[in-house]
Structures are given as structure tokens and as C-alpha cells.
């Protein structure tokens, strides 16, 4: 089955304490993204990635850090944790048809909280 | 990059047709218009995209005028099911260019 998964799907952890969330896809899509969801501010990007060692930043990228070693994973890592950081994530794939633009795919989620 | 204007909220009846209107004044040449579905705790799920004039898939209609400044998704026949709030997108033309700016979407309810 198509899809993209995520790790954890909750974590709560505490502030500093460094944390990797995984992002997984089996759809050989070359754009993987992170997003982050917040209450009255919708989604808004954090990285992205074009393909295998090419990633650019998102809307807001402080905080955060991405590699993309390999083209089915895009881990999202937070070094440093911060309570501002409390929220649920989304990570998502694409491809580019021809002539068409992406469709995205999103992962289910994790809803992490920092204390 | 294009920004959107959605109607914070909508709500509907069962077995209504909904449309959504998204304005996106400053939509450039090549870009294209995406609607996304999200139900609670969910990720956003595709519904339809389109350039210009009209779309229609099995779930939704995407109607857009031919000066591309807005776009609406109609819903045929609501169910209870499609309350969720609705995204619309405006995919930049560039090809380096993967920053996709999601608004603040619709919260469509749709009432029994």
C-alpha cells in the first residue's frame, strides 16, 4: 500500500532533551516535506526537500533540522526542544506529473509536546 | 508566491451542494490551484486540481474563471462525512520552488 508513515506517532519529552522524528515513504517520490500544524495558523512548512541531498527551508525552519540521505526518508530532528515547539507534525511526499503539479501525500501525523 | 483567501467557516445540511470560493489575486501564468481535505488529527489529503475553466473527479468540481483570480470547489450532495476543513493551494509555476504555503482553510460542517 502507498503511503507515508511517521515515528513517533506521540512523544512527549522535555525541554532540551534531543529528539529525532522519522519519515518514511514507499512511493520512490523525489519531494518530501515537513510541515507543522497549529491552532488559527494552519500548516506552515518547515523544510523541504527536492531529493536525495537537497533540502531547502521552509516558513519555519528555526529550531529544526533535516537530512536526506536516502530517497524514501526525510527525518525531522529537533536538537534542542523548546515548549514553542509543542505541536502536531506532518510529513509528506510528491511528485510532479507532466504537465500537472504535486500531489502531496501526508503521513498521519505526531502530536509531540515539550515541557 | 500567491497567497489565498478562504471563508473562515461554512456550514451545510445533508445532501446539499457546497462551494467553497478561494480568491488568489496574484496567481502567476503557470501556476496551478490544489484543494486539500483534512479531517481532525488527520494529514491533508488531496481532492482536485486544475488550471483553468473546469475539473470534476468523482469526489469534486474545481471551477475557475478565466482571469484565474479565484477558484471554487463544489461538493455534490454532502454527508456528514465531509465535515473537515478544506485547503486551497496555489502551486507555484517555478520548478525549485516546493514551498507550498497552506492558509488557514475552511471548517465546512455539515449538519444532519
Known amino acids: 500500500e502507498a503511503q507515508v508513515t511517521q515515528n513517533p506517532r506521540y512523544l512527549i519529552t522535555v525541554t532540551g532533551k534531543k529528539l529525532t522524528v522519522t519519515c518514511s515513504q514507499n512511493m520512490n517520490h523525489e519531494y518530501m516535506s515537513w510541515y507543522r500544524q497549529d491552532p488559527g495558523l494552519g500548516l506552515r512548512q518547515i523544510y523541504y526537500?527536492?531529493?536525495?541531498?537537497?533540502?531547502d527551508k521552509g516558513d519555519v525552519p528555526e529550531g529544526y533540522k533535516v537530512s536526506r540521505k536516502e530517497k524514501r526518508n526525510f527525518p525531522l530532528i529537533l536538537e534542542s526542544p523548546s515548549p514553542n515547539q509543542t505541536s502536531l507534525y506532518f510529513c509528506?511526499?510528491?511528485?510532479?506529473?507532466?504537465?500537472?503539479?504535486?500531489?502531496?501525500?501526508f503521513g498521519p501525523g505526531t502530536r509531540l509536546t515539550v515541557l | 508566491l500567491a497567497k489565498t483567501t478562504q471563508p473562515v467557516s461554512m456550514d451545510s445540511y445533508e445532501g446539499q451542494e457546497v462551494n467553497i470560493t478561494c480568491s488568489h489575486n496574484n496567481i502567476a501564468t503557470n501556476d496551478y490551484i490544489t484543494w486539500y481535505q483534512q479531517f481532525p488529527s488527520q494529514g491533508p489529503r488531496f481532492i482536485i486540481q486544475g488550471y483553468k475553466t473546469k475539473v470534476t473527479n468523482e469526489v469534486a468540481s474545481l471551477f475557475i474563471p478565466a482571469d484565474r483570480k479565484s477558484s471554487t470547489l463544489s461538493l455534490p450532495r454532502v454527508s456528514l462525512s465531509d465535515t473537515a476543513v478544506y485547503y486551497c493551494?496555489?502551486?507555484?509555476?517555478?520548478?525549485?520552488?516546493?514551498?507550498?504555503?497552506f492558509g488557514s482553510g475552511t471548517q465546512l460542517t455539515v449538519l444532519p
Open positions: 526537500s527536492m531529493n536525495v541531498e537537497a533540502t
Open positions: 509528506a511526499s510528491s511528485y510532479r506529473d507532466r504537465g500537472r503539479r504535486d500531489t502531496q501525500y
Open positions: 493551494l496555489v502551486d507555484p509555476s517555478s520548478g525549485s520552488a516546493r514551498q507550498l504555503t
